[in-house]
């Protein structure tokens, strides 16, 4: 059973471009979180998607950030006009179910670097 | 507004030492305590988690004690080894938020020979 994957792995960008990060949930999970890590921070909380909705998304940018989780496909992290400041490591996390905690399983990450 | 606070930011054990690992929390509604572990270019794992109802929760040389009144709770791994060392992240969430998880700063922890 294949776990949370990510992708791409490493990505760089140059400011002004657009970023796209990918998700695969776990088999049978359909809730995903986007968590964002700083250097030297712990993560941060962007979104928490279900299929084909937003469910939360307080901890996103209010610009040149958004999400999706479509109804076929992995959900994806997007990042329009990048800026220095985005370089960070982008979790992707899946869980079965809401709200009890305890089965959020983590991706590798995707690892942006904004030149 | 940091809203859980972990220390020390490192931390150097001898193998077979005690691993001791500190958070602190400020909202009393928080109702979830996970801690993870994360090694070099992978992903958070989860290692032991606690409610508040107890105060200690064991699992193998890992154990977390929790102290309610005074917003606080700690990780201790036992006997520790060098294939402990990675960083560890403390967290916690909301009744409901389940997954939404508050997490600290994040300790790294090296156990040396």
């Known amino acids: 059973n294949a776990g949370v994957m990510q992708n791409p792995r490493h990505l760089v960008r140059r400011r002004g471009q657009e970023a796209r990060l990918r998700c695969s949930p776990m088999?049978?999970?359909?809730?995903v979180y986007w968590y964002r890590q700083l250097p030297e921070e712990g993560l941060k909380f962007m979104v928490y998607l279900q299929k084909e909705n937003i469910i939360d998304e307080s901890g996103m940018p209010k610009e040149r950030f958004s999400a999706e989780f479509p109804k076929e496909g992995p959900s994806i992290l997007r990042i329009q006009q990048v800026v220095r400041g985005d370089s960070a490591a982008y979790f992707c996390a899946s869980s079965p179910r809401q709200g009890i905690g305890g089965e959020l399983f983590f991706g590798e990450g995707s690892r942006l670097t904004v030149l | 507004q940091q809203q859980v606070k972990q220390s020390p930011q490192s931390l150097i054990v001898q193998k077979g030492g005690i691993s001791i690992i500190n958070c602190a929390y400020e909202?009393?509604?928080?109702?979830?305590f996970p801690w993870y572990q994360q090694f070099p270019g992978k992903g958070p794992a989860l290692l032991i988690a606690i409610r508040p109802d107890v105060s200690e929760k064991k699992e193998g040389r890992f154990t977390i004690s929790f102290n309610k009144s005074a917003k606080q709770f700690s990780l201790h791994i036992m006997d520790s080894q060098p294939g402990d060392s990675a960083t560890y992240f403390c967290?916690?969430?909301?009744?409901?938020?389940?997954?939404?998880?508050?997490f600290g700063t994040g300790t790294q922890l090296k156990v040396e020979l």
């Open positions: 967290a916690a969430s909301y009744p409901g938020g389940g997954n939404k998880l508050t």
């Open positions: 088999k049978g999970h359909s809730h």
């Open positions: 909202n009393t509604a928080f109702d979830y």
